[in-house]
Nanobody
Framework: VQLAESGGGLVQAGGSLRLSCAAS????????IGWFRQAPGKEREGVSCITVSDGTIHYADSVKGRFTISSDNAKNTVYLQMNSLKPEDAAVYYC??????????????????????WGQGTQVTVSS
């Protein structure tokens, strides 16, 4: 199982970025894919998760209405469209894959992430 994030960068507050999580080595439909982030000195937090097979989604309250998670099954890729970015969104963003019996809400909360496969992360920097 391999995951590779891309799309991070430096953006001004109010700007947008689209992160990609490309998956390989497993059957994409059998998984719940999550985006998590970790800022310096802070604990990792869930951002948004999606169960690929049925499209069930969960968002953190802090990103609801600004971020959109989606999947392209043909490309085995999950995207995180981030709009209206704020300085507090700055962090290293990681994607992770867990079994689909873990619903997006629970995966977002951290349940099952200990045994998950993780990508290397992509840095998002938001200037004020």
């Amino acid at each position: 199982v391999q995951l590779a994030e891309s799309g991070g960068g430096l953006v001004q507050a109010g700007g947008s970025l689209r992160l990609s999580c490309a998956a390989s080595g497993f059957t994409f439909d059998d998984y719940t894919i999550g985006w998590f982030r970790q800022a310096p000195g802070k604990e990792r937090e869930g951002v948004s998760c999606i169960t690929v097979s049925d499209g069930t989604i969960h968002y953190a309250d802090s990103v609801k209405g600004r971020f959109t998670i989606s999947s392209d099954n043909a490309k085995n890729t999950v995207y995180l469209q981030m709009n209206s970015l704020k300085p507090e969104d700055a962090a290293v963003y990681y994607c992770a894959a867990g079994p689909k019996f873990i619903t997006p809400y629970f995966y977002w909360s951290g349940y099952g992430t200990q045994g998950s496969s993780w990508g290397q992360g992509t840095q998002v920097t938001v200037s004020s």
